[in-house]
Structures are given as C-alpha cells and as structure tokens.
C-alpha cells in the first residue's frame, strides 16, 4: 500500500522540504484510503503511442485500473490483452463500442485518438453511460467542445481532459508561489512550447485529422499553462504566424504561431507554438517580488525549476500514474482538484485557439469576454 510517507520516501523528497505538497495535492492523502475501496475501471481507445505511455503508467496506480481496450486493430488487441491481462469481454471495435453500455465491469473510456475523433466517440461514449476522460486537444473548435460538455452532461457522466499537468508535483509548487503571494503582482509570462515534427505523412500534419498544426497539438499547452500559472483568464489575444515549409504545412496546418494574451489584472503572456525547434519547452512566470521558472515545463519530465528563492523541490512522479489516480478520485469521489480537468477547462483552451486562428487571419486583437463566466 502506497501512503503519503512512503510515496515521498519513494521519491527521495522529504516532507520537510516540501511542507505545502498535502495541501496541494490532496488527492494524495487519499491514495491510502481507496487502495481497499473502489477503483476506476479504464478503457483505452486508440492504440498508439500514448496509450503505451498511460497503460504502462496504469500499471502502478492504485485507484484506476485498465480493464480493456477499444481498437481497430485485431492484433494490437490481441496483444494488449496478453500483455495487461484483459478479459476478451473488455476488449472492443470502433464498430462495436457502443456494446459497452451493458458491460458493468467498465466505468469510464479514456480516448487518445487523433484529434478530430475526439468529439464523435465523446458522444457515442456519454450515450454509452460511461464516464469519459479525453486528450487534449478535446476537439478541434469550441464549438465541438460546447457539444462535449453538454453531451456528458445530458447523460450524467463526468468529461475530464487529460491534462496530466495539473497534478505534476513541481507544477503545483510554481502556483503556490504565485497564489501565496511570494511573487508579488504576477505581471508576466512567458510559454514556450515546441518540437521538430518528423514524418510528414502523420495525422498531426494532417488537417482533417488534426484540425490544425502545432497550435492544437503543443501550443496549448502554453495557453493553458499561463492560465494556471497567472490564476486568471485571458480576455484577449493576438497572433503571428509563420511558415517556412508550406510542402511540408499545408493550409491550415500552423507550423509557428506566436501569441500574446492580456490579462484583466494588467499581466500579459507572450508565447510561441512550433512544430519547427526542439528543446523548445519553457515557463517563465514573473511577479513585482520574484520569479519562476520552469525548464522543461511540460515534458514527460522530470519537470525541473527554480524560484528567486531557490529550486524547486516537490516530488518526481510518473504524471500519468498520477493523473489516473487522481481522476478515479474525482470521479468515484467527488474530489475537487487544485487547477479543474473538467469539460469546461478543455472548452476554454478551445476557444483561446479558436481566437488565435482569428487573430491570424484577420491581424485583429480577439477579445474574449466569455472565459469568466464559463
Ligand atoms: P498515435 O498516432 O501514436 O496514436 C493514435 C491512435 O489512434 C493509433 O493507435 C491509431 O491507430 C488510432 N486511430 C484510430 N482511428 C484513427 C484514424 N482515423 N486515423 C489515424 N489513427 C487512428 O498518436 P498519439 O501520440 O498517441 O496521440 C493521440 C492523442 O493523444 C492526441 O489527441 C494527442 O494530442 C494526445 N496526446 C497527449 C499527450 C499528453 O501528454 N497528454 C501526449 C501525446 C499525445
């Protein structure tokens, strides 16, 4: 049984050194209580590389547990149930999944298709009774993600993002810095995120199947790091962008956007989005009082900073194994997390991206009045 003691002893962090981390991190706490109570029952739909990473980082949790899969592909079925022991029951098509309704072994499906599907299978899954967790993007507009949130909701089942930050311990640490105070006035940040995409036949280059270019797929996490590393919601933005390889980035398919997004507070973020550098994965959050910084900021890790009051020093964890832990808790529960990985939290991010492809077309500020209220 994993408690709070041994997971930080596991982690060679010592509570000392970290005395905000429970009340950051309350899921945590809990770990220890649901290891003999109820665990969430997972399906994976789509195979690919990421459902690799989450499956293999399933195997260590305590709360959430892979029961089956849904897949195109018979063999890669056949292998996933030898390799995680799935019981054939479990196991489903994309022609068959609806079937899921009456399968009482299954709670919730955890969607990591290209991004275009994600919209589609949600519904089917909601209608299915299940509870839903989906990739980011969650869809590829707002308005796809409005129909998300309102599907979920008219079946009674709960639609979380997979937005493995917002547990990430080193990440919880950066906004208590800022929400306690020890910045000062937050007033800047900058987000940069980027890779150098490869193969130029991949579905992340492929607009239908994308619905954009580097913007969906690594640009948001720099809209919804400087929203929680600010603590506030943009209301407007601008955007530049550039293409040095029309071939390669077809129209529609974003190669390098910058963007800046202003703040009601006064705080502005200035970030850029690129398919075209590595090493390119940098937060930077200045305040009247101080700083921080975070290098890399949303890679698999280990998440690495450092403050004007020395390094960061929360726990390395395996994100995944952590966000799966701590949505069983949200979902079977009722636990509330730090920063929200619910429908709405996606629905935002969608519509800061709807925003910058407007801003770039048509070279106006897009103001967006409606974050708040949402
Ligand atoms: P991938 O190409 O490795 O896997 C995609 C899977 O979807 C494949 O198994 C493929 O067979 C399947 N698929 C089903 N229908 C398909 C179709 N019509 N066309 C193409 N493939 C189809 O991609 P990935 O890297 O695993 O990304 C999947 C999703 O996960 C994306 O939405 C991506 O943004 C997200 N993702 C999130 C993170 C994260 O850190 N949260 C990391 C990587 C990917």
Not at 88 to 114: F, G, H, L, R, W
Request: glycine share 8%; net charge neutral; aromatic share 8%.
């Amino acid at each position: 049984m994993i408690t709070r003691r041994t997971f930080i002893q596991k982690t060679s962090v010592t509570a000392a050194s970290i005395p905000f981390i429970p009340k950051l991190i309350p899921q945590f706490d809990s770990i220890a209580q649901s290891a003999s109570g109820e665990v969430l029952r997972v399906v994976l739909m789509g195979l690919g590389s990421y459902a690799n990473r989450v499956a293999k980082a399933m195997e260590t949790c305590t709360r959430a547990k892979l029961v089956g899969v849904i897949s195109g592909t018979p063999s890669k079925i056949e292998e996933w149930k030898k390799q995680y022991n799935l019981p054939e029951k479990n196991c489903y098509t994309y022609e068959n999944y609806s079937e899921i309704e009456s399968n009482d072994d299954i709670d919730a499906v955890y969607i990591i298709t290209p991004n275009s599907l994600h919209c589609e299978q949600t519904l089917k899954v909601a209608q299915a009774g299940k509870h839903v967790i989906c990739e980011k993007p969650m869809a590829i507009n707002a308005k796809e993600a409005r129909q998300m949130v309102d599907a979920c909701k008219m079946a009674g089942v709960q639609l979380l993002i997979g937005y493995r930050m917002h547990f990430e311990p080193k990440t919880l640490e950066a906004i208590h810095l800022r929400s306690s105070g020890q910045l000062g006035t937050p007033l800047f940040f900058q987000g940069l995120s980027g890779f150098r995409i490869g193969d130029p036949k991949q579905w992340r280059l492929n607009k239908k199947l994308a619905g954009g270019g580097a913007m969906m797929d690594i640009g948001i996490y720099s809209i919804n790091g400087a929203r929680y590393m600010l603590g506030e919601e943009p209301i407007w933005v601008t955007a530049q962008e550039t293409k040095t390889d029309p071939i390669k980035f077809k129209e529609g398919v974003d190669e390098t956007i910058q963007f800046q997004m202003g703040f009601a507070s006064g705080a502005v973020a200035s970030c850029l989005s690129t398919y075209s550098m590595n090493d390119l994965d940098r937060f930077y959050l200045n305040g009247t009082n101080g700083f921080v910084e975070m290098k890399p900021s949303t890679g698999y890790g280990p998440i690495q900073g450092r403050s004007h009051l020395g390094s960061l020093t929360a726990a390395v964890v395996t994100h995944q194994t952590v966000q799966m832990d701590a949505m069983a808790g949200i979902i079977l529960q009722n636990e509330t997390p730090l920063v929200p990985v619910d429908g709405n939290e996606g629905l935002k991010d969608m519509i800061i991206i709807d925003a910058v492809y407007e801003a770039v077309k048509t070279n106006k500020k897009i103001l967006l009045p409606e974050l708040n209220a949402i």
